[in-house]
């Protein structure tokens, strides 16, 4: 047995409804404890279970045909670019069935990897994957760091921070 420190406001207020109903505080706080577990277990009981989702063995990477992978024409290396591809597609495909099953989207979840293979695209700055029949109407946000490769691409500039501090120098008339 141990004691436990009621602060006073609190503690008036036990006594005043043990007094009321005529009995002892310990008699009280037992009887709502009870209550409070009760009505837990039943909270618990009555939250419904989430459903059962099919598991997904990812395929082997190797399963997935060369004429299934467009390879765009300016890559080199057109094997090494499909042997990335293959092993970059199971991992999307479990990031895209994680994000379907935190939404219950149960239709898109039974997707198998073939089928995957067909309609999906990408998975957006948010998470979220795309088929390829959102192509024309989803716009994927601009990686700035891709515009400003854009701005240096027909440069002969191959040192950024350089070109930046000559910039400030020019703009503020301050020597680096």
């Known amino acids: 047995m141990s004691d436990l420190i009621i602060p006073e406001p609190l503690a008036s207020r036990l006594r005043d409804y043990a007094r009321r109903d005529q009995r002892q505080p310990q008699e009280i706080i037992a009887a709502w404890l009870d209550e409070a577990e009760i009505r837990a277990g039943a909270a618990r009981r009555a939250a419904p279970e989430p459903p059962a ?20 024409d300016d ?4 094997a090494a670019y499909r042997q990335a591809v293959r092993e970059l597609l199971p991992k999307l495909y479990a990031i895209a069935r994680e994000y ?17 293979d067909q309609v ?27 515009r400003l490769i854009g701005l240096f691409g027909d440069s002969e ?16 008339d301050r020597p680096d």
């Not at 890559?75 to 057109?78: G, I, L, M, P, W």
């Not at 099953?101 to 039974?110: R, Y």
């Not at 695209?121 to 946000?141: G, Q």
């Not at 500039?157 to 503020?172: G, I, L, N, P």
């Open 53 to 72: 989702y099919p598991v997904y063995t990812p395929r082997p990477p190797e399963s997935l045909p060369d004429d299934a992978i467009d390879v765009p």
């Open 75 to 78: 890559v080199a290396d057109k």
């Open 100 to 116: 379907w099953a935190s939404v219950g989207d149960a239709e898109k979840l039974a997707l198998s990897d073939e089928e995957l």
């Open 120 to 146: 999906f695209w990408l998975i957006d700055h948010e998470d979220v994957p795309r088929f390829k029949s959102e192509m024309a109407t989803y716009a994927p946000r601009v990686n700035p760091l891709a």
């Open 157 to 172: 500039v191959t040192d950024a921070s350089a070109t930046v501090r000559e910039t400030m120098a020019d703009r503020y």
